[in-house]
């Protein structure tokens, strides 16, 4: 079973440019996480969807951070304009929604370094 | 709503020596329990996990954990610890409100550090 892919790994932008991370789900996960891990903290949970919709984005900065998940399989998250804060790993995460099967598997992540 | 206390932010043991990372959980649902590692410049591995079965649940690497629902704990040990073993611990609870997905949340993390 192929694991969650995200993509680049790596990324080191200027303050104020745009940036994008990319990440397929394992097949047949309904459920797909963004968090946020800044260095020495545990990850923060930023956006969940359910298949295309999202079921919790409380902790999302919507002045700058976007996400989407447009045909219930991959998604996007998207930072429009970087701020030095911003830097992090970034994470994503996918679980089944069959009862009793919690467990949620985790991206290699994206570090985002902010210049 | 549901939190994560890992009580402390660093432990040190000798190689060898008995490892026991510590971790009180709060949730107003019946919870699932994980506890991940993370080595320097690598992805999430899970460890183990509670999900209602037996309390004292064995994990990879000689790791186990016992959920205490009286003490709302989930507490991490391992009888020897190894140079290896040094890493970034996060416990995690995951809880499923009615009708909904499940909902990990971490808890900040204990490093744990391996003394020759």
């Known amino acids: 079973e192929a694991g969650v892919a995200q993509s680049p790994r790596y990324k080191i932008i200027e303050k104020r440019q745009s940036v994008a991370f990319w990440c397929n789900p394992i097949?047949?996960?309904?459920?797909l996480y963004w968090y946020q891990q800044i260095l020495g903290q545990g990850p923060k949970l930023l956006i969940q969807f359910q298949n295309n919709g999202v079921v919790d984005d409380s902790q999302l900065p919507k002045d700058r951070f976007s996400a989407e998940r447009l045909k219930g399989v991959d998604s996007t998250l998207k930072i429009q304009p970087a701020k030095l804060e911003d830097s992090a790993v970034y994470l994503c995460a996918s679980s089944s929604r069959i009862q009793g099967n919690s467990e949620a598997f985790f991206g290699q992540g994206t570090r985002l370094t902010v210049v | 709503a549901q939190s994560v206390t890992q009580l402390d932010s660093h432990v040190s043991v000798s190689e060898g020596t008995p490892v026991l990372l510590r971790c009180n959980y709060s949730?107003?649902?019946?919870?699932?329990l994980f506890w991940y590692v993370q080595h320097p410049n690598k992805g999430l591995q899970l460890l183990l996990k509670y999900t209602s079965a037996a309390t004292l649940v064995k994990g990879i690497n000689g790791f186990e954990a016992e959920f205490k629902k009286s003490e709302t704990s989930f507490h991490l040990t391992k009888p020897s610890a190894h140079m290896s073993d040094a890493a970034e611990y996060f416990c995690?609870?995951?809880?499923?409100?009615?009708?909904?997905?499940?909902?990990?949340?971490f808890g900040r993390g204990t490093s744990l550090i391996v003394h020759p």
């Open positions: 097949s047949g996960h309904a459920t």
């Open positions: 949730s107003s649902y019946s919870p699932s």
């Open positions: 995690v609870v995951s809880v499923r409100p009615s009708g909904g997905s499940y909902i990990p949340t």
